[in-house]
């Protein structure tokens, strides 16, 4: 046995036997599940019936679109708020705090933070008593049962993911270059355009791709938060094997959704690699 | 003029973050029998009530005997397996690494239906080790992603060095890797003691009336009714979470956003 | 004719620290001048303030005769090789050295030319595609060259350019910036803290202590005359003697050995200077001489010549001998140490 082959076996028997058996094998379950009958004949009837189905091209439709939504409103408020932590507030314990204020929502449950927008965005939360109050509206909004309260929900919890990740980023811009930009006569907004947004990119990229796999496939935030009247890709699958009991439907449902959030993300991998010459 | 439309979104997401929590936490302080915010006076009874229902006090200490159970497992796991990944070079070496951080971008709710299809087929359904091991799955991550990094050349050398000075390799591992990797290892713990403790989407699957843990039982509860004891309980956790942020902070320092050199 | 750069009772503190006082500075078109000192002694601090990355508490700062001292980076016409040469890792060569034109609002065409014609000047035609990590360092260092003079500046500061290549390709690429510099005729204000290098490159030198300018002068002009025991200490190696001011106006060196009788030397403490290469080993006087009797106390090879220490009244002199003169010394023995009044400089500068 060649010499760097035993301990690599050694240390790597134990977790790796781990992971073949609750982790792998129960993916392949589910592959194979989702290809047979319940008696067990191999058939592609369940793929056919997703998408076959308006119903089913509906509910992705709705939960794409909230992903896409959620991103995007998480990069626009989240780029900002990075920005502001990395590179205009001065006074470290306020940055500090600043820091665990978005930490702590992550170390929270969704339930707990779900449950928290469903106090804050009832028709006399506190959301609907200010809107009131500034005189915005006159009659409480609706929030709870539609994409609107799903979509502050979801990005009340993955915000924090954008702004960690481009903050990353952000705060590892050699302030060099930044001074080679300006030295050969760039302003400070051609800096950024050119120097500053470019280098922070692949944090943003990254962070988005977490977002939009987090958001397609949350399953809490949107069952509390659409009240029954809005269902999303995972609630399907959550039916069919917590009610329905289909396992062999449940498993082509949930192939179908990491198939098609790994393509997006693959997608938005290479569309977001670093160039190379 | 941008830096001040920078600060008014940024003050308005803070708020926006703080809203929730501050909410709940408000809350669970009513005097009301109903969710009042601001609360009507300050009382601590519907803490009190919380922790004289059996039920919540079970399912708080399933909740935590099940993180701290997989925590303690994951690292187990992921410990040699970091070590071999950043120490030897081997085919299937990438893939190796790939596969166990997986989890981290798999849907839980995918993940959790598998494990309860799979678990039905070998008989480890609706039971404590039934949920520990998918929870191990999915917190073993989190160990791996804080450890590798710590694992350097830089302090291979000092393996060399202490190989060459006569140690056996657990010898070596004990007295020199271990305390390089400290840092990494206990803020990867804590994540993923977090990730288990607040995890609902994998648990539900395998949990019954008598076996729950917290957020699966007010999962189940806040679709039914909503009350101060609920607010009562998310307080709690909130007032856990800020408190192990506090101590991750002062143990490893959280401020990774003040890294600019110069 | 106005200078380049003139620079004016400038004067910067970080913190309550004075960081530079009263710099007085002019750098004429086409000098190359070298910023020299030890680490913390200021000079890449003025460097930053010429730049414009720094705002100094007083003084200005004119560049061929407009005042820049309040003007941000972008809008001052000199540029920066900088000390990690700073290349936008994700741009290519060429939209690096183009970048500078680009932000000038130069046509396209335009640009393309200045860069092809500035990556020619630097020896890297046909490079241009290239990403900079895909570059060596000596690679990187001729990018960053050519990126700061493609937009033509007045004045190029460099910002211890030289300093992450190792020994072998720093001088070969000392000698390329030297031609470089010489084919432009724009005036380089180089920061080092390598005396080689300095006197290798530049035409004058600005010697930096303490955020002070110490001397500034031609290498060679600093060498022979000190003007303080810092100047002499910095530059070359030097044996700096403890002065006595005696009741008479004569000054005693070397316990009395040494008598001067300088009658107009400057007020305070005061150094001797004496130049290894000054002393001259013997066994017999040599005329026109003062004769030091001393003991040899140790003699180092060092290739092209010998460093050999001397013991007189207690104090250890270093001489510098050709190996030719070395026969018959060996440490321990009585000899004599001949020097000439003449080289023997006083400066300000407590010993």
């Not at chain 1, 804050?120 to 500034?134: A, F, H, T, Y």
């Not at chain 2, 995918?110 to 087929?121: I, N, T």
């Amino acid at each position: 046995m060649s010499r760097t082959l035993r301990p690599v076996l050694l240390l790597c028997a134990l977790p790796g036997a781990f992971f073949v058996a609750f982790f792998l094998a129960p993916m392949v379950v589910v592959l194979i599940a989702s290809l047979t009958t319940p008696a067990g004949q191999p058939t592609f009837a369940h793929y056919v019936r997703i998408l076959a189905d308006a119903y089913h091209w509906d509910v992705l439709w709705v939960t794409f679109r909230i992903g896409a939504l959620t991103t995007l409103v998480c990069i626009l408020i989240g780029y900002p708020l990075a920005w502001y932590l990395v590179r205009i507030v001065q006074w470290r314990p306020w940055r500090r705090f600043c820091v665990i204020l978005l930490v702590v929502p992550l170390f929270t449950s969704n339930i707990v933070r779900s449950f928290g927008w469903m106090v804050l965005l009832g028709r006399n939360g506190l959301v609907n008593d200010g809107l009131i109050g500034l005189g915005l509206i006159e009659r409480p909004m609706r929030f709870l049962g539609t994409e609107l309260g799903i979509l502050i929900g979801l990005v009340y919890i993955l915000l924090p993911f954008i702004v960690l990740a481009v903050g990353n980023a952000l705060a590892k811009v050699d302030p060099a270059l930044e001074h080679a930009s300006a030295d050969l006569g760039a302003t400070p907004a051609a800096t950024f355009r050119t120097i500053i947004f470019p280098l922070s990119l692949p944090g943003l990229m990254s962070g988005a791709v977490m977002v939009f796999m987090l958001a397609v496939s949350a399953y809490v935030t949107p069952a509390l938060l659409s009240g029954g009247r809005i269902t999303v890709f995972s609630m399907l699958i959550f039916q069919q094997y917590s009610s329905v009991f289909d396992f062999n439907y449940g498993g082509a449902l949930s192939i179908t959704m990491l198939v098609l959030t790994l393509a997006l993300v693959a997608i938005a991998g290479r569309l977001s690699e670093p160039r190379r010459a | 003029m941008v830096s001040a439309l920078i600060r008014i979104v940024s003050f308005a997401a803070l708020v926006y973050l703080a809203l929730p929590l501050v909410v709940l936490v408000g809350a669970s302080l009513t005097t009301t029998s109903f969710l009042a915010f601001p609360p009507q006076g300050v009382t601590l009874a519907w803490y009190g009530k919380m922790l004289g229902d059996p039920s919540y006090v079970s399912a708080f200490l399933v909740s935590t005997l099940l993180a701290v159970a997989a925590t303690i497992v994951a690292v187990l796991l992921a410990v040699p397996a970091a070590i071999a990944i950043a120490r030897y070079r081997f085919t299937g070496r990438g893939l190796l690494a790939e596969t166990l951080m997986s989890p981290l971008i798999l849907p839980h709710v995918v993940l959790g239906a598998a494990l309860l299809q799979y678990g039905s087929a070998i008989g480890l359904v609706r039971s404590f080790p039934a949920l520990l091991v998918g929870h191990v799955v999915i917190i073993m991550p989190f160990v791996l992603r804080a450890v590798l990094p710590q694992l350097t050349d830089e302090q291979k050398s000092l393996e060399e060095a202490s190989a060459d000075l006569g140690a056996r390799p657990l010898t070596t591992f004990f007295l020199v890797t271990l305390p390089q990797i400290r840092s990494g290892l206990v803020s990867g713990a804590i994540f993923a003691f977090i990730a288990s403790w607040i995890n609902v989407e994998l648990s539900i699957f395998n949990t019954t009336a008598e076996l729950t843990t917290i957020p699966v039982k007010l999962f189940n509860y806040v679709q039914y009714t909503i009350d101060p004891t609920i607010a009562a309980v998310s307080g709690l956790t909130i007032i856990v979470a800020a408190l192990v942020i506090v101590l991750l902070d002062l143990a490893i320092g959280l401020d990774v956003l003040s890294e600019r050199r110069r | 004719m106005s200078s380049i750069l003139a620079i004016d009772g400038l004067s910067k503190h970080f913190g309550g620290q004075p960081a530079l006082t009263a710099i007085e500075l002019a750098v004429e078109q086409g000098e190359f001048i070298a910023l020299l000192g030890p680490s913390g002694c200021g000079k890449t601090t003025l460097l930053r303030c010429i730049a414009g990355f720094l705002a100094p508490e007083a003084g200005t700062i004119r560049l061929a005769g407009e005042d820049v001292t309040r003007l941000p980076p972008y809008r001052r016409p000199l540029n920066t090789v900088f000390q990690n040469y700073a290349l936008f890792p994700h741009m290519s060569v060429a939209e690096n050295v183009g970048y500078g034109p680009r932000r000038q609002g130069v046509a396209k065409d335009e640009t393309v030319k200045r860069t092809v014609e500035a990556l020619e000047l630097v020896g890297l035609a046909g490079f241009g595609a290239r990403l900079p990590a895909q570059l060596s360092g000596g690679q990187q260092q001729r990018v960053a060259l050519a990126r700061a003079i493609v937009n033509r500046p007045k004045l190029l500061l460099l910002d211890e350019p030289l300093s992450a290549l190792d020994l072998k390709l720093r001088k070969k690429v000392q000698g390329e910036l030297k031609q470089i510099q010489h084919r432009l005729g724009i005036a380089f204000l180089f920061v080092t803290h390598d005396q080689e290098e300095a006197l290798t490159m530049a035409d004058r030198i600005v010697l930096m202590n303490r955020g002070r300018i110490e001397q500034i002068g031609r290498g060679q002009d600093i060498y022979a005359q000190p003007a303080t025991r810092f100047a002499a200490d910095f530059i070359g190696d030097a044996n700096l003697l403890v002065v006595e001011r005696r009741g008479d106006g004569s000054f005693a060196l070397l316990d009395g050995a040494i008598t001067l009788p300088v009658a107009n030397a400057p007020q305070g403490e005061l150094t001797g200077v004496l130049r290894p290469e000054d002393i001259l080993v013997t066994a017999e006087p040599v005329p026109g001489r003062l004769a030091l009797p001393a003991v040899v106390s140790e003699i180092v090879h060092v290739g092209s010549h010998a460093s050999v220490a001397l013991a007189i009244s207690g104090t250890t002199l270093a001489a510098r001998l050709a190996p030719s003169a070395l026969a018959g010394l060996s440490v321990g023995r009585p000899v004599l140490a001949n020097i000439r009044l003449a080289d023997l400089r006083l400066v300000p500068g407590d010993a």
